[in-house]
């Protein structure tokens, strides 16, 4: 940890963003919200924001990404692979995940693809079922600061908590701002009502 403390203060001596640092702070478990997601560069960033916190951070990447010579640096890195064509039951290891690890921050892209139209509800589900809840990390081109923002406790009302997501974001712009996505389920009533019946 203080290896990656050092190397995020010489990213942010160094950077034109300006980094906001989470206030008030949270400690314990909990999901990472990286967006808006529209550049590669955002994945250094989100580095960045979270070794400076001093987060156990974990992120879910493409498995194409730790195949290679670089394979091991990306699992240093915090990295979990995933298999996009295969995604049975990655909803329940992360979950597994999040409860195991008192340090936990598990980084989410939930715009997914650049080219996304619309956020996948997966992280929604991850942070609910497993208890733990939801801090909205942003990056911001409009005023170039990046960082963490408000941590929201879940309650089920997918579209409560979502107008919540989206008052956060909604002056939000990404490093290419024509790639920002709002931030809206496919179904957000209707996951209301599926995670009820679930309860």
């Not at 314990?28 to 967006?35: E, V």
């Not at 955002?42 to 924001?49: K, T």
């Not at 195991?100 to 650049?114: C, K, L, Q, Y």
């Amino acid at each position: 940890m203080p290896i990656r403390h050092a190397i995020s203060r010489l990213h942010w001596a160094l950077s034109p963003w300006q980094l906001r640092r989470e206030s008030p702070s949270y400690d314990g478990p909990r999901l990472l919200i990286g967006a808006p997601h529209t550049s590669n560069r955002d994945f250094v960033i989100m580095l960045a924001i979270a070794w400076d916190a001093r987060l156990a951070v974990k992120w879910l990447g493409k498995r194409e990404l730790f195949q290679g010579p670089f394979g091991r640096v990306m699992h240093w890195l915090g990295g979990i692979p995933v298999d996009r064509d295969d995604p049975a039951g990655l909803v329940d290891r992360v979950v597994e995940l999040a409860r195991s690890d008192p340090r936990a921050a598990i980084v989410v892209t939930p715009d997914g693809t650049r080219s996304s139209t619309q956020w996948r509800s997966g992280f929604y589900r991850i942070a609910y079922e497993a208890g733990v809840p939801v801090t909205l990390g942003f990056v911001d081109s409009t005023t170039r600061t990046s960082g963490l923002g408000p941590t929201v406790h879940l309650t089920g009302d997918v579209v409560s908590d979502m107008d919540r997501i989206r008052a956060f974001y909604a002056d939000k712009r990404g490093i290419n701002p024509e790639r920002t996505t709002e931030p809206r389920l496919a179904d957000e009533a209707g996951l209301t009502q599926r995670l009820t019946e679930r309860a």
